[in-house]
């Protein structure tokens, strides 16, 4: 997966220009898909279409595209080298992921250490024989 983007603070305006930069993209690509036969990888596909469109893109401009990537490969659970161009949105019909995006800027390690740490557990363990209750 690609690196994060460190934070930073910007103007709302260009994250949205290149939020929906990314998501006229994914459109693009549901159209392109639907009279082929043969899949690629979907970064080959999202590659394709940045290099065929007329927009050229400042350094912050292609950070926050690759923030998006970022999200979606997150939504995936995969590197989008590693996803279907042809079946990457198969949950579209049931879109969980539709809200602002949000770095967490130091990342979730104090969480998996807190997690990772032994838990002090005691159960009792119930068996059902089948006879009568």
């Known amino acids: 997966m690609r690196p994060f983007v460190k ?17 006229t993209i994914l459109d ?4 392109w898909r639907l009279d082929k036969k043969k899949d690629i ?4 596909a999202h590659k394709e279409c940045v290099s065929q469109s007329a927009e050229r893109y400042s350094k912050t401009e292609m950070k926050l595209l690759d923030l998006h ?3 979606l490969e ?7 080298s590693s996803v279907s161009a042809l079946n990457w949105d ?7 992921f539709g809200r602002d995006h949000a770095i967490v800027t130091y ?8 997690l990772s740490k032994p838990l002090n557990t005691e159960f009792e363990i119930f068996r059902f024989t089948g006879g009568e209750h």
Do not use: K, W
């Open 7 to 23: 934070s930073e603070s910007m103007a709302r305006g260009p994250d949205l220009r290149m939020e929906h930069h990314f998501n």
């Open 28 to 31: 693009i690509l549901s159209d």
């Open 41 to 44: 990888p979907l970064i080959v």
């Open 69 to 71: 990537i970022n999200n």
């Open 74 to 80: 997150y939504a995936c659970g995969a590197s989008l």
């Open 90 to 96: 198969q949950n579209e019909r049931f879109p969980q």
């Open 107 to 114: 990342g979730f390690s104090d969480v998996l250490e807190e």
